[in-house]
């Protein structure tokens, strides 16, 4: 019931669909910048999907029900982050190439999950995608000025780093973190909260 609830189902769907999209665009022919941003607005839809999954249509009922809420939530936070990884990792998969490879994939996908669990416990479910999407934006402008310049160096920005940087990898790993403790601990804040 919990996964129904949180239409885990289709958020499969949609990550399943979001990888075979993307397969699907590594075979046209990119410039470097177009082979960077296109994964990048990919792992957004999926990070929105995983973050938009965390939310209850339940509210406070459920809270004073489930002793293993916490629990559920961490599951199926790390579960979906996990299926859409595997999902964009196989896109690359092959004759594919997929700029940055599965590092920069799994950095980026866990990064953007994480923004995207931040919000949705801070500003509700529904409106998870705010963060994701905002810091794509932020991510496709460092791109930009790696050809343009000044170029954006710092490792928050994890999109425009190298796919092996550590530092950068440790920045996303730490937001993902964050936003699975604080979903698990607290929730998706529900619009009966407010």
Not at 31 to 50: F, R, S
């Amino acid at each position: 019931m919990h996964l129904i609830s949180r239409h885990v189902p289709a958020a499969v769907a949609v990550m399943l669909a979001c990888g075979i999209a993307l397969r699907i665009a590594l075979h046209w022919r990119w410039n470097t910048y177009g082979a960077l941003q296109l994964p990048l607005m990919i792992e957004t839809a999926c990070a929105v999907t995983v973050a938009m999954a965390a939310a209850s249509p339940f509210g406070e009922p459920e809270r004073a029900a489930g002793r293993w809420l916490p629990w559920l939530r961490l599951g199926v936070a790390v579960a979906l982050t996990a299926i859409a990884a595997g999902a964009l990792a196989a896109a690359g998969t092959g004759g594919a190439h997929l700029a940055g490879g599965a590092p920069a994939v799994l950095r980026n996908l866990a990064g953007l999950t994480g923004i995207g669990l931040l919000c949705a416990a801070t500003l509700r479910g529904a409106l998870a995608w705010t963060g994701p999407v905002a810091y794509m934006m932020i991510a496709v402008y460092a791109l930009y000025t790696r050809w343009h310049g000044p170029a954006q160096s710092t490792p928050w920005i994890w999109p425009a780093r190298p796919p092996h940087d550590l530092r950068a990898a440790l920045c996303a790993a730490l937001v993902f973190a964050a936003g699975a403790v604080v979903v698990t601990v607290r929730g998706a804040r529900d619009p009966n909260d407010d």
